[in-house]
């Protein structure tokens, strides 16, 4: 048995039925366990005639990255997140992009990191982050500890988002209001058929949490997830935009986004970007107000403009944004029209130092190609002393930027996102001392958590599909293209 499995805490939402089995009201499923027996997610269990989860407090490695790479684009653009991610799923996508720790039986115990709730908080704290960012896999299953997280954070004054397919009860929701801020749902289609064959979930649920999280006043930004010659067609476009405006608001942001190969669906191609353009262009035309599009780039589709008078409010490239025209309540400065922005004031600027000492520092660097626009840096302290490691861009001009600063405490191991900000840069550089560790983690899409570094399977050949490849399946995508 995996070291993970080895410890649980008890989980929320139970039911205990007769001859010691147990009914778990988390997720729609309502799954019934006999003593020993795990849940549809892997990671809730019944032990001792008790539901238990088995993944409080395990995680992949936190990691700071900005909010957009949450699709979310309407709540205080360029905001720096702390992304916590955890390990099993209430769903099984056929395209799942964090597959090898949304499915726990593949969970390898290199890939799980062990937190506590104030453990989350102070790294937060200390790193001058605001937003704690519930994500990756899927925060449904890690459900006690978000919770627990998430109100520890209100009280320090964080903020909580929360990425979600949202396959969770209405009872669950409610336990959830009183912490979070921000949900951004991923709506993955409009036809039950669909969800049936492709994520082994039912779209009524989901349908009915969204609406109960937008009616509560949350901030709401929906995201669908444009399947190649199976979803990325204006049919599937319209039925979002119709669901988001009968349902929701005109206000809403939508997010189409760019799929890549992953899991069981490799033997394709990612999404056409001209089958994206349209999807958007379908969004608007229905009146939708913020329709965006996700994992392109080179397009001014993820930048925001004013439905009034057409000026650039944020300009994004990937996942950096840069606000040019926005007030203090997210208006338009030009016309004053309403944007529909949430904004937070302004945070503290990262450190920078012009000039670092090169002596005993090593060096490392990662050139950006093809769909390789990200990457995720980690760093270890493994002195008893603080210490400071360095990254930043380079340019193809030559432009030397000023080193940001990451400040480690002893014995403390954090990870970061590099990203790229801008059509001529060549990639990042990240300068630490002997006595720091690191590795980098080439990043598929905004959606894709890495396992595996650089250092260990090399540059990617290919980036349609990340490694490592799920091995067998690839006859599922002819079938479903047939299903459909």
Not at 38 to 46: L, P, Q, S, T
Not at 315 to 321: D, H, V, W
Request: glycine residues 8%; aromatic residues 8%; negative net charge.
């Amino acid at each position: 048995m995996s070291r993970w499995r080895e410890t649980s805490h008890p989980a929320s939402l139970e039911e205990i039925l007769d001859n010691g089995s147990v009914r778990c009201h988390l997720s729609p499923r309502n799954c019934v366990m006999k003593e020993g027996q795990h849940g549809f997610c892997g990671v809730r269990a019944n032990r001792g005639g008790r539901l238990v989860s088995l993944n409080y407090g395990k995680s992949v490695h936190a990691t700071e990255e900005t909010i957009e790479t949450e699709a979310v684009n309407h709540y205080s653009p360029g905001e720096r997140i702390l992304s916590m991610g955890n390990i099993g799923c209430m769903m099984n996508c056929s395209y799942c992009h964090n597959w090898k720790t949304s499915q726990a039986k593949y969970v390898s115990d290199r890939d799980v990191y062990y937190y506590t709730p104030e453990g989350v908080v102070e790294m937060a704290l200390r790193h001058g982050i605001r937003c704690l960012s519930w994500t990756y896999n899927d925060p449904v299953v890690w459900h006690e500890f978000v919770r627990d997280t998430a109100k520890l954070g209100q009280e320090a004054g964080l903020i909580n988002l929360y990425k979600s397919a949202f396959y969770i009860t209405a009872e669950a929701v409610e336990e959830l209001l009183p912490y979070i801020d921000i949900f951004s749902i991923s709506v993955k289609s409009m036809d039950p058929v669909y969800y049936r064959q492709f994520t082994k979930g039912r779209l009524e649920p989901v349908l009915e949490a969204t609406k109960q999280v937008f009616k509560a006043g949350k901030h709401v930004e929906v995201s669908t997830l444009m399947i190649t010659d199976i979803s990325d067609n204006e049919t599937s476009a319209r039925q979002v935009a119709e669901w988001v405006l009968t349902e929701l608001d005109s206000t809403v942001p939508v997010h189409y986004v760019r799929f890549h190969p992953d899991y069981r669906m490799r033997d394709t191609i990612r999404t056409p970007v001209p089958r994206l353009v349209r999807a958007r262009e379908v969004g608007l035309e229905m009146g939708l107000e913020h329709v965006y599009l996700g994992n392109v780039y080179d397009t001014p589709f993820s930048n925001t403009y004013c439905r009034g008078c057409g000026a650039e409010l944020v300009s994004r490239y990937g996942l950096n944004a840069q606000t040019h025209g926005l007030g203090e309540t997210g208006e338009c400065l030009k016309c004053g029209r309403d944007a529909h922005f949430k904004l937070m004031p302004p945070n503290a600027p990262v450190p920078t130092v012009d000039e670092i000492s090169h002596d005993g520092l090593t060096v490392k660097s990662l050139d950006w190609h093809g769909d390789i626009r990200s990457a995720h840096a980690q760093v270890h302290n493994t002195s008893d002393d603080t210490m400071k490691i360095y990254h930043r861009r380079r340019h193809m001009s030559g432009e030397q930027e000023p080193w940001k600063v990451v400040t480690l405490a002893p014995g403390e191991s954090y990870r970061f996102i590099l990203a790229k900000g801008k059509a001529t840069e060549v990639g990042p550089e990240v300068a630490l001392p002997p006595t720091c560790e690191s590795n980098l983690h080439e990043v598929f899409d905004r959606a894709h958590f890495p396992t595996l570094a650089v250092e260990e399977i090399g540059i990617a050949e290919r980036d349609i599909a990340p490694l490592p490849h799920f091995e067998g399946g690839q006859h599922v995508v002819k079938l479903l293209r047939e299903a459909v």
